[in-house]
């Protein structure tokens, strides 16, 4: 069974340009959470999914952040513009539902803002 | 709010060379913890859930324990494969499935 994969695992770009992460989940797994993880940290929730809805984005900083995730499969997160303080890595997560506790991890993409 | 505390944030072991780390949280209703190992450049993985004080669970070198206010993740004779960052993560009842973290462990075990 194939876990979740990222796209693109590394990204470069110049402040004030936007940027995109893309993220297919397990299959089956209603459940899609996004997550930012600065280095030495540990992973910190942005939004998570039920479904096609975004249930819990109390974290992601609306201003220059958005997430979509169309059809309840794949999403998106976007963030425009880019600050040099968004460079960190984004990792993808799903789980099954809202009653599962155990998420799988995708690699993440890395992303530097010079 | 719930918090999540690490320790030691390195560890530097010789090869069967058996320790401890340590999770410390406050949590208002805790649904489970969670260890996570991390390697480099990659995803979290998961390696186990306690929901209960008392419990214990045990994979190959590893051994989690949960009492009411810590967790405890025993490496027992630890070999370089074991070498990475250990995540404890809590899931409190009223955040749906949030999962706070700590901050991690860095293990590293030399031959």
């Known amino acids: 069974e194939a876990g979740v994969v990222q796209s693109p695992r590394y990204k470069i770009i110049e402040k004030k340009q936007p940027v995109a992460f893309w993220c297919n989940p397990i299959?089956?797994?209603?459940?899609l959470y996004w997550y930012l993880q600065n280095l030495g940290q540990g992973p910190e929730l942005l939004i998570r999914?039920?479904?096609?809805?975004?249930?819990?984005d109390s974290q992601l900083p609306k201003d220059r952040f958005s997430a979509e995730r169309l059809k309840g499969v794949d999403s998106t997160l976007k963030i425009q513009p880019a600050e040099l303080g968004d460079s960190a890595v984004y990792l993808c997560?799903?789980?099954?539902?809202?009653?599962?506790?155990?998420?799988?991890f995708g690699p993440g993409t890395r992303l530097t803002v010079l | 709010e719930d918090q999540v505390t690490q320790s030691p944030e390195a560890l530097r072991l010789q090869e069967g060379e058996s320790s401890s780390l340590n999770c410390s949280y406050t949590?208002?209703?805790?649904?489970?913890l969670f260890w996570y190992r991390q390697d480099p450049g990659k995803g979290p993985e998961f390696l186990f859930t306690?929901?209960?004080a008392g419990e214990e669970k045990e994979k190959e070198r590893l051994k989690a324990t949960l009492t009411k206010k810590e967790s405890f993740l025993h490496i027992t004779a630890p070999k370089p494969e074991d070498s990475a960052t250990y995540l404890c993560?809590?899931?409190?009842?009223?955040?749906?499935?949030?999962?706070?973290f700590g901050g991690g462990t860095r293990v590293l075990v030399k031959p």
């Open positions: 306690l929901y209960s």
């Open positions: 993560a809590v899931q409190a009842e009223a955040a749906g499935n949030k999962l706070t």
């Open positions: 997560a799903s789980s099954l539902g809202r009653i599962w506790n155990e998420q799988f």
């Open positions: 999914y039920e479904n096609e809805e975004a249930v819990d």
């Open positions: 299959s089956g797994h209603n459940t």
């Open positions: 949590v208002s209703g805790l649904r489970g």
